[in-house]
Structures are given as C-alpha cells and as structure tokens.
C-alpha cells in the first residue's frame, strides 16, 4: 500500500499535459544549460551569463507586445546583443566586460521602458522576469528543442576550437584558431541556452540554471567530460525536483528550481571541504590544469 502511494505521488503529475510540457521542457533546459554552464564557469564568465539574461529583455517584451513569440523575439535580440558586444569589445579603450556592462543595462532598461507602457504592467513584468514554465505550450516545447539540439550539435561540431579557447588561448592562437570568432561562437551559443530557460524560471533566476549546476559539477569533477555530465545530470535532476515541489507545495515553479540546485550546490561543497584535509593527506591538490581534456582531433 506505501509503495503504491509513493507510485502515485510520483505518476500523479505526468497526468496533467500542462504539467508533462513542464517536465519535458525542464530536462531539456537542464540538459542545454548544464552543458553551457560548465564551460562558462571554467571560462570565469558568469558575469556575461547575468548580463546577456538581462540583454535579451528587450525582445521579449516587443515580441509579447507584437503578439509573436517571445523564442523568436529572445533569438533576434540575442543575436543584436552577441554583435554589438562583438563590435563594441573591438575598441582598444574598451573591454570587453564594459562592453557587456553597457549593452545589457541599456537593454535592459529598454525592455523595462517598453513593458511600462502596457496596462497590465506589474503582472507582465512579473511572468518575465520569474517565468511561467506550466504556461509552455507544444509549440515552446518544440522551438526549445530545436534550439536545445541546435546548441548541442554546434558544440560537438566546434569542440575542439571551443575546448582550447576555454582553457589555453595562447597555445589556440598558435594553432591558428580565430579567437574572436570562436568567441563570438560562444557567446550565441550562451545566449541560446538562456533563451531556452527564460520561460521556466525566468529573466532573473536563468543565471541558476547556468552556473549552480555547473559550480557544483567542479566541485567533484576533475576532467571535463565527467563535468559536463554531471553538470547537465544536476540540472535534470533540480529541474523535476522543483517541479515536484512546486507542484505539491504550491511553491514558485522558478524558485523552487532553483533553490533545489542551490541546496545540492550546498550539501556538495560541505562534502568536499569535508573530504579535503584527506585529499591533502594523500598529496592530492585539485588544480585548473587537471580540467584539461585531451584535446579532439
């Protein structure tokens, strides 16, 4: 009878379709941003994951505006946002972290300027900024596929290019790789894989899906490949988790995602502290370098 209860408890929300797009489109958002988010943490660019959440805004809100999509509306901003960094960064008096700083406030402030004038203002603002993932409709669920396999496929195709900018950009620029159209690469991918999140937890708590998974997965990771997997495994697994939470304790469908990936960040790094006076014992020190992959031929 207890395990039947536990059956139920488990099957009881994959009866609802809204609730069955949920989980589809969480696995897959996990999927996309734990892969994306292991190399923006090794890259050090979590401020750039936080900027481009915030640079698409703009395309969102005149997308809703128009009545279209707001994928297609996140896409083309994403792309107007990746080139204007691209450009601005090509200053030798700028940098281009102040590049990114000036792109995603301004556009930012555009899209709060343009919500402000609609009537329904504060609820607007609220489902962008936090999410609806139980709104996602089977069209959302096939253009976040699509996107989501898009990204995948594009970093198979470039990992090696992408693997040596990430880790040693003096020894791919020897090999004659183009920096900064790799990173260009880079950077639409990142902002592909915040599209595919911003309607499951939102503007705001995308930057979660990127980087607590990720940050997690380093803890425990030495190589890339077993980071990549396990970043992407711990975003599945926050993602259901939180959907399960949000579904029985009426909870914030974003934040309770959210706060599951936080928790696992937690009770990972408490583990390994733990585990590192024992590591040292042994004469095992945990370095970048030991990340690196064999490079793909």
């Not at 928790?263 to 590591?279: N, S, T």
């Amino acid at each position: 009878m207890y395990s039947l209860s536990i059956v139920g408890w488990i099957t009881e929300p994959w009866q609802l379709v809204f609730m069955q797009h949920a989980f589809m489109a969480i696995i897959i958002v996990g999927l996309v941003c734990g892969v994306v988010g292991a190399f923006v943490v090794l890259r050090g660019m979590a401020f750039v994951g936080d900027a481009f959440a915030h640079a698409v805004f703009p395309g969102i809100v005149i997308a809703f505006l128009l009545g279209s999509s707001i994928f297609i509306g996140a896409l083309i901003a994403a792309a107007v946002v990746s080139l204007g960094i691209g450009i601005l960064s090509q200053s030798d008096r700028l940098h281009e972290d102040t590049a990114i700083g000036v792109m995603f406030a301004g556009a930012f402030a555009l899209g709060i300027a343009l919500i402000s004038s609609t009537r329904s203002y504060s609820r607007d603002l609220t489902s962008f900024l936090l999410g609806n993932i139980l709104g996602v409709s089977q069209t959302d669920l096939i253009l976040t596929a699509a996107i989501a396999v898009g990204v995948l496929s594009v970093l198979l195709i470039f990992r090696r290019e992408i693997v040596l900018i990430t880790f040693d950009r003096t020894l791919a620029t020897s090999l004659g790789v183009h920096l900064w159209r790799y990173d260009q690469l880079f950077l639409i991918l990142l902002a592909l894989a915040i599209v595919t999140a911003l309607q499951t937890v939102g503007n705001i708590l995308v930057l979660a899906m990127l980087i607590t998974p990720a940050a997690t997965a380093r803890l425990v990771a030495d190589r890339l490949p077993p980071m990549l997997a396990l970043s992407a495994g711990i975003g599945v697994v926050s993602g259901i988790c939180g959907l399960y939470i949000s579904y029985y304790w009426n909870v914030a469908s974003g934040a309770a995602i959210v706060l599951v990936a936080t928790a696992i960040f937690f009770v990972v790094w408490i583990v390994a502290q733990a585990r590192e006076p024992l590591r040292r014992w042994r004469g095992v020190t945990e370095a970048l370098p030991d990340v690196m992959p064999k490079i793909p031929q």
